[in-house]
Nanobody, 123 residues
């Protein structure tokens, strides 16, 4: 069974950093585009970042560009999201996602979802 398991969420002050991890199992990792989405309280889910099959292409939401970096570790079947200069508006549950391609993923074509990890940014 395919599983995406997120970790690394927590509470941090504005300006701080966190690194989220998503460990994928039950799939051929390199054959999937991977991404992160988030959902803040009272708001709809939104795209955060994605990375292509071989890691050659990355995409970011305008709101996180320059602050977040997505990467993938093929040896560990893991996708990472380094989050720097965190802002209160980054507070959300962050979900790992896998799609056949990043284009499909960003267009809502998600094959698999993780259960989410909570990130709270506050003073």
């Amino acid at each position: 069974q395919v599983q995406l398991v997120e970790s690394g969420g927590g509470s941090v002050q504005p300006g701080g950093s966190l690194r989220l991890s998503c460990v994928a199992s039950g799939l051929i990792f390199k054959n999937y585009g991977m991404g992160w989405f988030r959902q803040a309280p009272g708001k709809e889910r939104e795209f955060v970042a994605s990375i292509s099959w071989l890691g050659g292409s990355t995409s970011y939401a305008d709101s996180v560009m320059g602050r977040f970096t997505i990467s993938r570790d093929y040896a560990k079947n893991t996708v990472l999201l380094q989050m720097n200069s965190l802002k209160p508006e980054d507070t959300a549950v962050y979900y790992c996602a896998a799609g056949r391609t990043t284009a499909a993923l960003q267009g809502g074509g998600i094959d698999y979802w993780g259960k989410g990890t909570l990130v709270t940014v506050s003073s």
